[in-house]
């Protein structure tokens, strides 16, 4: 090697080495520059500052427990008791919690010493331990009470409503009604309301036991009180979740329906004509390039909400990606095989049926397979928007902000259904394959 030549190999060497080096300071300084832009792009700090963590074990707490309302309208002085403060979880005529005594002066005990007294005349009293009893009188639209100038931070208080959160359940007063909430554990009323004559039965005694209702069999009443139970609403359930499945299986099915021959042409093997093809490719392009949410808002305004609305934006978006997928495939099919075919004097429509089908059917059912176990979690959220499934059922616990145990239990059925679809998806591609995952 000349001089020439081992300098100009020394050269290189050493700008090799000052660009890795380069390289090599570059990244850490980027992803120190990218972390920092996160940190205010996001608003990390005030994050940390509007973050209640309170809120959110109220919440957690809310999702496996119930709340019995005991009501006192202050005009009227009418007491009522319900789960949930509702109309479809009201205690029937003459009766009540356990917890709660007395017909003049009604005592209400949360348990830990904490009790309140509903008095005459829209007066309450309310005893809490290491506080003075507490007195409010309701006075038209405002409240008189004897609350000192500084109060703890779990009671909040104006002149027209008092809230006290303690850790055995929470009283709210206003002039118009005063209401203490009970916490209790568990999802009360789920199999029976109240007004059903199985509540409160064991097992044993709906199976074995003497008829409840003499107009009906014990299993056959409890399987209808059940099913129409009118807090948890069962029967409203099964239908939304039949929606939510209907709605992907629709979508999906009627998307790879509409691909495969749309695949053939935009597949450079099968379609020759190269403005034909890129045309369907563009198309494929547009259809999935626009998430099926959007098509969901633009086919509500045109067809108004409901489940067909939601298959039809999953059949969209779904028809651009298998389109993809399919002539991808296409595109590596044996030619082998297809000429076996031909040589039998097959015509062009026998030779794809033949030839061309058999080779990507397990591609295809497989990708069919699995968009439909995912087009199921995506047909809730669908189902949201375009009014139907379990989805919408979900979003309105949601904005109640009140029985998010019905939440926790649209969340677990809406799990329990993913995990029956991609069961279901598995095993039969296993069947339609021949081979299981």
Known sequence: ??????????????????????????????????????????????????????????????????????????????????????????????????????????????????????????????????????????????????????????????ERRIGITTPEGRITLTGARTEVFNYFPGWELFWFTLDSPYHGQGVGTILFGERLDPTRSNIAGAVSDWWNNAMWRHKDVAWAIGETILMAFLGTMGAAIIALPLAFLAAKRFSPIMLIRAATRRLFDFVRGVDALIWTVVLARAFGPGPLTGALAILITDTGTFGKIFSEALENVDQKQIEGVTSTGAKPLQRYRFGVIPQVVPVLLAQILYFLESNTRSATIIGAITGGGIGLMLTQAIQTQKDWEEVAYYIVLIVVMVMFMDWFSGWLRGKLIGRKD
């Open 1 to 158: 090697m000349t001089a020439t030549e081992l300098s100009t190999t020394k050269l290189a060497a050493e700008k090799l080495f000052q660009r890795k080096r380069l390289i090599g300071f570059s990244i850490p300084a980027m992803i120190a520059l990218y972390l920092v832009y996160i940190f205010f792009a996001f608003d990390l700090p005030g994050l940390a500052q509007r973050a209640s963590l309170g809120n959110a074990v109220t919440l957690a707490s809310d999702s496996w427990s119930h709340k019995v309302h005991v009501t006192r309208d202050n005009l009227s002085g009418e007491i009522t008791y319900s789960v949930e403060g509702e109309r479809k979880g009201m205690y029937p005529d003459n009766m009540r919690p356990d917890w709660v005594s007395g017909d003049e002066v009604l005592t209400i005990d949360l348990g830990g010493d904490h009790t309140v007294r509903y008095l005459p005349d829209s007066r309450t009293e309310i005893e809490i331990p290491g506080f003075p009893m507490l007195e409010v009188q309701a006075e038209g639209r405002s409240l008189t009470s004897n609350l000192p100038e500084d109060v703890p931070d779990w009671i909040s208080a104006s």
